[in-house]
C-alpha cells in the first residue's frame, strides 16, 4: 500500500510542477515581481508562428528550453491569419493548450501571445479586436489563476496609430479583467518611444 501511494505521488509530482517564482505581479514602479516580494527575470524561447511551425508546439520542445536552453518562460506565438487563428481557431487553440500544459508540468511560464503583424482597416480591427477577446476568453477559461501563465495581449502592432493601439488594448484588457483580476499582462507599443502602460490604468501591466 505504501508503495502504491509513492507510485501515485510522483505521479503528481511528474504532471505538474510550481514556476520558480511563483505567481508574479507587477508593481507600482512597472517591475516584475515574484512570490517572495523580489524582482525577477525571465528568460527563454519564442516558438515560431503556430500556423507555420506547429510540429514545434509540444512537450518536446518546452523541455529542452527549460533543460538545454535553461530558460524559465517559453512563448507560445499564436497566430491570427494565414491559417492562424482567424482561419483555423480549433488548430491554434490546440497548440497553444499544447504548449500551456508543457510549461505547466515542466514548471515553467508561458506566454500566451496573440501574434499579429498587420496593418488593419477599421473593420478589420473590430473583428481582430473580438477574437482576440474570444482566444483569451478561452484561454483563461481554462487556466484561469494558473500562476504560470503571462498573456501577451497584441504582439506587434505595426503601423497602427497609437489611438487604435490604446482602443484594442483597453477593450481586450477589460475582458481579460473581468476574468482574471490578476494575471500579468504585456502591451506592445506601435512606438518604440511611447509607453502604452502609463497610458491605460490597471493593474499588472507591463
Same mark, same amino acid.
Given at each position: 500500500m505504501?508503495?502504491?501511494?509513492?507510485?501515485?505521488?510522483?505521479?503528481?509530482?511528474?504532471?505538474?510542477?510550481n514556476?520558480?517564482?511563483?505567481?508574479?505581479?507587477?508593481?507600482?514602479k512597472? !517591475?516584475?515581481i515574484?512570490?517572495q516580494?523580489?524582482?525577477v !527575470?525571465l528568460i527563454?524561447?519564442?516558438l515560431f508562428?503556430? !500556423?507555420w511551425a506547429?510540429?514545434?508546439y509540444?512537450?518536446d520542445s518546452?523541455?529542452a528550453?527549460k533543460?538545454?536552453f535553461?530558460? %524559465?518562460?517559453?512563448?507560445a506565438?499564436?497566430g491570427?491569419?494565414?491559417?492562424?487563428?482567424?482561419?483555423?481557431?480549433n488548430?491554434a487553440?490546440?497548440?497553444?493548450?499544447s504548449?500551456?500544459?508543457?510549461?505547466i508540468? !515542466?514548471?515553467?511560464? @508561458?506566454? @500566451?501571445d496573440?501574434?499579429?503583424e498587420?496593418?488593419?482597416?477599421?473593420?478589420?480591427m473590430?473583428k481582430?479586436?473580438?477574437?482576440a477577446?474570444d482566444?483569451?476568453?478561452?484561454?483563461?477559461?481554462?487556466?484561469?489563476?494558473v500562476p504560470n501563465?503571462?498573456l501577451?495581449l497584441?504582439?506587434?502592432p505595426?503601423?497602427v496609430k497609437?489611438?487604435?493601439?490604446k482602443?484594442?488594448?483597453l477593450? @481586450?484588457?477589460?475582458?481579460v479583467?473581468?476574468?482574471?483580476?490578476?494575471? @500579468?499582462v504585456?502591451?506592445g507599443s506601435?512606438?518604440v518611444l511611447e %509607453?502604452?502602460?502609463?497610458?491605460?490604468v490597471g493593474?499588472?501591466?507591463?
Amino acid at each position: 500500500m505504501f508503495l502504491l501511494i509513492q507510485f501515485f505521488t510522483y505521479i503528481l509530482i511528474t504532471l505538474s510542477a510550481n514556476p520558480p517564482y511563483g505567481k508574479l505581479y507587477v508593481n507600482n514602479k512597472g !517591475q516584475l515581481i515574484g512570490n517572495q516580494g523580489k524582482q525577477v !527575470q525571465l528568460i527563454g524561447l519564442s516558438l515560431f508562428h503556430s !500556423q507555420w511551425a506547429g510540429g514545434y508546439y509540444n512537450e518536446d520542445s518546452v523541455r529542452a528550453i527549460k533543460c538545454f536552453f535553461n530558460g %524559465n518562460i517559453v512563448r507560445a506565438a499564436i497566430g491570427t491569419v494565414a491559417g492562424g487563428y482567424m482561419d483555423n481557431k480549433n488548430k491554434a487553440l490546440n497548440s497553444a493548450f499544447s504548449v500551456i500544459d508543457a510549461a505547466i508540468r !515542466q514548471g515553467i511560464y @508561458v506566454l @500566451v501571445d496573440w501574434h499579429d503583424e498587420q496593418n488593419h482597416n477599421d473593420n478589420e480591427m473590430i473583428k481582430l479586436t473580438n477574437c482576440a477577446i474570444d482566444f483569451f476568453t478561452i484561454i483563461l477559461n481554462k487556466y484561469k489563476g494558473v500562476p504560470n501563465i503571462l498573456l501577451e495581449l497584441w504582439n506587434e502592432p505595426n503601423g497602427v496609430k497609437f489611438d487604435v493601439a490604446k482602443k484594442y488594448y483597453l477593450q @481586450v484588457y477589460n475582458a481579460v479583467r473581468n476574468l482574471d483580476k490578476d494575471v @500579468v499582462v504585456i502591451v506592445g507599443s506601435p512606438d518604440v518611444l511611447e %509607453n502604452l502602460p502609463n497610458h491605460i490604468v490597471g493593474t499588472n501591466i507591463l
